[in-house]
């Protein structure tokens, strides 16, 4: 069965931490994609990163890095220095190959909270 | 600005009407994703066109239907509306059809039944 798994409901943090964001998935599909979105106050869902099964690098982006681990089903999502403008829902999701089209599973989502 | 367009950006209606959600893809975007968001039950897909023929169907109701339109813009159909059903609806376009494409998404309409 797919699914994802976002365990932390909601974090809080202040200003300049680093805080890492956790996702389990599971699918019985050997061609699949990853993804991370951003889900600010204002609603918006907003793209932030997308990972094929194929490829175990993890990736950076500014403050933002990824860490994509077969072996335990998880690609988490770290944020370094941590500023108020992070606070936001940010989900993960999953795409398989089998299913067609581009249908996106996702999480239920990590609220994360960050205090100046 | 993620260029998909969704109108309008709240609704407000009654329990047993009808309305119609409208969603205009990003330029070029031959796929529109339909998803609806609910405290509980989170982000759960809806229904995927593809350059004007329906692709996959998911946990959409019967009371739902959707379409895309030659100029690919699309509409989800909501009738005989439930106080359950007011959730944020979001639309999302991508390039193809796959599962590589990520898909952008609108800002969504807020449907309130009341």
């Known amino acids: 069965a797919q699914k994802v798994t976002q365990a932390q409901t909601e974090i809080s943090v202040v200003e300049k931490e680093d805080v890492t964001l956790d996702c389990v998935y599971e699918?019985?599909?050997?061609?699949?994609?990853l993804f991370w979105y951003k889900q600010p106050p204002s609603g918006e869902l907003v793209f932030l990163i997308r990972?094929?099964?194929?490829?175990?690098q993890n990736e950076i982006s500014g403050r933002y890095s990824w860490n994509f681990q077969k072996s335990t089903s998880s690609f988490n999502f770290t944020i370094t220095a941590s500023q108020v403008v992070d606070s936001a829902v940010y989900f993960c999701?999953?795409?398989?190959?089998?299913?067609?089209?581009?249908?996106?599973?996702f999480g239920q989502g990590t609220e994360l909270s960050v205090k100046p | 600005d993620s260029g998909v367009t969704q109108t309008p950006k709240h609704l407000i209606t009654a329990t047993g009407q009808r309305v119609t959600l409208r969603c205009s893809p990003r330029?070029?975007?031959?796929?529109v994703y339909w998803y609806q968001q609910s405290l509980d039950q989170g982000l759960q897909f809806l229904i995927h066109y593809y350059n004007g023929e329906e692709r996959a169907k998911g946990n959409i109701l019967e009371r739902f239907s959707a379409q895309q339109f030659p100029d690919l813009h699309s509409e989800l159909n909501l009738s005989s509306l439930e106080l359950g059903d007011s959730a944020l609806y979001f639309c999302a376009s991508s390039v193809g059809s796959g599962v590589a494409s990520p898909l952008h998404f609108g800002n969504g309409t807020r449907l309130t039944v009341t």
């Open positions: 699918t019985r599909d050997t061609t699949y994609y």
């Open positions: 990972r094929n099964s194929f490829d175990e």
């Open positions: 330029s070029g975007d031959l796929s």
């Open positions: 999701a999953l795409s398989e190959a089998r299913n067609q089209g581009g249908k996106l599973i």
